[in-house]
């Protein structure tokens, strides 16, 4: 059985494309009806089309941005459903400003709210039906994916049950090849692998999936060759996987392949000039607007209460263990000391003899971290981004926390995804630090600007609604 993938996308795209103008022609009719009932409608002018053809360029993009249209078999439809959600968001957003700078009265937010909808429900419909004729083409045994596992060790198994957990996606084990049988596979053992070439005559097999350990070179490169000779892709599944991440990307370096283990987007250049450009443009508007007038009040408030400088620095570490000067609001008072009677460093806690009545509400609400945007305007910090230690917590934490440093390939952030989700304060236990050090990766690994924008929009919620963990 012959599938080419390529031409799913193609058709998947085409359908979407013929749904978009569909839509787009109805919501335009439906929005001259609404604002003239009586009156004919006229036929579409020019800009109309203008604006049609620019709807289709941002579907095009964001839809390869968001990759809408990955590789049908591997994915969940939740995954596909948040895809397509952010493709039509761009959508809407694109609509809104295009209708902006065309200024007209003919079609209007109702316009942008019918279309919108229109071309949500019927996108997630298609998709629906077409996922729901499948499965059912899938539990008659039929459009199924036969697959050939050379190797039948733990990671041939693996890849076998995860067929069987996923049937769904249209996969379906044939049997095993390898050089002794296992008890688990039962009657799918079809032999060594020397009998490859038999096998591939008497099966109908669309994929070899070689699941063989490292030092079965000899075999699996007599396998691959006898592949060569047979219609069927070849797909292999590295014995070091469970060291990859979701975040893993493969490259050419020359004519090597070379996986990446914590790839993220914020490695590329335009996402990293990106980034840094929305940190300076909103540290410059906040400075402008809203700290020429606060920081003074924060000032005076902190003078009144006790004596000592309104700011309070800090050395931390940053990208790449850089050490950088980290700035805040003063919220202890003067001379506190950081280490306990036994040297070791001390985190501040609940009801902390050393803080201020003023340094107690800065930090419930947050504004104790403001003065660290002078750290984002220099470069050393971001506004979003894993939280910045202290050396001496840094020193410990690196020998005692699994992956602890992975969280400095980027620059740390005044607020970040670990403090959103509850995750700030205090660090008593081992765990704690951990449960942190792996919502930071998970940032690190899961980077958009999208994630940024919840971030904030939750650490404003945080900031006055009393957070539990602020202290």
């Not at 950081?338 to 050393?354: F, L």
């Amino acid at each position: 059985m012959i599938k080419s993938r390529a031409s799913l996308k193609y058709y998947k795209f085409a359908l979407d494309l013929a749904l978009l103008v569909t839509v787009f022609f109805i919501s335009s009719y439906l929005a001259r009806r609404h604002m003239s009932p009586t009156a004919s409608v006229p036929p579409m002018e020019r800009w109309e089309y203008f604006l049609l053809t620019m709807l289709v360029v941002v579907w095009y993009f964001s839809a390869r941005f968001f990759r809408l249209y990955d590789e049908f078999r591997n994915r969940t439809f939740s995954s596909e459903l948040v895809a397509l959600i952010k493709t039509v968001l761009m959508q809407a957003t694109a609509a809104v400003i295009l209708l902006f700078f065309i200024k007209t009265l003919e079609l209007s937010r109702f316009f942008v709210l019918i279309y919108i909808s229109q071309l949500f429900f019927f996108t997630v419909s298609d998709k629906l039906l077409c996922r729901t004729i499948l499965h059912r083409l899938h539990t008659h045994g039929r459009n199924l994916n036969n697959i050939l596992v050379l190797g039948a060790g733990s990671l041939g198994q693996a890849f076998a049950k995860m067929v069987g957990d996923y049937s769904h996606l249209g996969y379906r084990v044939v049997g095993f090849l390898d050089e002794e049988a296992q008890p688990e596979i039962k009657d799918k053992y079809l032999g060594g692998i020397d009998r490859i070439e038999e096998v591939l005559e008497k099966y109908p097999v669309d994929d070899v999936l070689v699941a063989l350990p490292a030092c079965a070179n000899d075999r699996l490169n007599d396998a691959l060759a006898a592949c060569q000779n047979y219609p069927v892709n070849i797909r292999i599944v590295p014995e070091y996987f469970p060291h990859l991440g979701a975040a893993f990307s493969l490259s050419l370096f020359g004519h090597l392949p070379v996986i990446s283990l914590h790839n993220s987007r914020l490695e590329e250049f335009h996402w990293h000039a990106f980034k840094r450009l929305f940190d300076v443009s909103l540290a410059v508007f906040l400075f402008l607007f809203v700290f020429s007038w606060l920081w003074p009040l924060v000032a005076l408030a902190i003078k009144m209460e006790s004596r000592g400088p309104v700011f309070f620095r800090q050395e931390r570490w940053g990208i790449r263990n850089r050490k950088f000067m980290c700035y805040k609001f003063r919220t202890m008072f003067s001379g506190s000391c950081d280490v306990d009677e036994n040297g070791h460093y001390r985190q501040a806690s609940a009801d902390d003899s050393r803080v201020t009545r003023m340094g107690r509400f800065l930090r419930r609400r947050n504004l104790d971290e403001l003065p660290q945007f002078i750290n984002v305007l220099k470069g050393d910090m971001s506004i979003i981004g894993p939280r910045p230690h202290p050396t001496p917590l840094n020193l410990k934490s690196k020998q005692t926390i699994d992956h602890y440093l992975i969280r400095h390939i980027i620059r740390p952030g005044i607020t970040g995804w670990a403090q959103v989700n509850g995750l700030r304060g205090e660090t008593r236990e081992k765990e704690d630090m951990q449960q942190r050090v792996e919502y930071d990766i998970w940032y690190i690994r899961n980077w958009s600007m999208w994630l940024d924008f919840q971030i904030i929009l939750r650490t404003l919620w945080r900031t006055f609604h009393r957070d539990p963990h602020a202290y």
